[in-house]
Each structure stands twice: as structure tokens, then as C-alpha cells.
């Protein structure tokens, strides 16, 4: 059985390696920016900013470091707290 090989050439696969380490760095950049605003604002404050940005909820999880459902939870209470 033969292995298929991708059909991507040197540069495009340099490319690539470069765009995954540019997002890496994005990545920590925004973590880290949030660990600041989280000195500042409560979890649910920070959701809710975060949702407000456009992030979707899988997203906001993955840079909290919880769960989608708590996200989901969290702005459905934020919301439910406004509509007051």
C-alpha cells in the first residue's frame, strides 16, 4: 500500500510553517492580553467583551480555558441580567 503524498511544494510548505508560527504569536498575544484585562474584569465581564468582538463562544473557551457550555451559560445569564 502506497502512502499518498501531499502535493504541496517547499515554498508553499514554508509558507505554511511560517503562518502557523505567526498564529502561535497571535495566540499568545491575545492570551496574554487577556490575563491583563482578567486583573481588572470578572470572568463573565471578560465573556462578554470577548462576545461582543465578534469571538465565538468556542473560541472565548479555548482563551479562558474553559468549556464553550460555560461560556454559553454565562451570556445567557448576562443577557437575562440586561433584559431587568
Known amino acids: ?5 501531499n502535493n504541496i511544494s517547499a515554498p508553499e510548505e514554508t509558507e505554511l510553517t511560517a503562518l502557523s508560527r505567526i498564529s502561535h504569536s ?5 492570551k496574554l492580553s487577556i490575563e ?4 481588572t474584569r470578572s470572568q463573565a465581564q471578560t465573556i462578554v467583551m470577548l ?3 465578534g469571538c465565538g463562544q ?4 479555548r482563551l479562558l480555558g474553559t468549556t464553550a457550555n460555560t461560556v454559553n451559560v454565562t451570556l ?5 441580567k440586561t433584559k431587568k
Open 1 to 5: 500500500m502506497s502512502k499518498k503524498r
Open 58 to 61: 468556542t473560541e472565548i473557551a
Open 36 to 39: 491583563a484585562v482578567r486583573g
Open 76 to 80: 445567557y445569564n448576562e443577557k437575562k
Open 26 to 30: 497571535l495566540d499568545l498575544l491575545v
Open 51 to 53: 462576545d461582543s468582538m
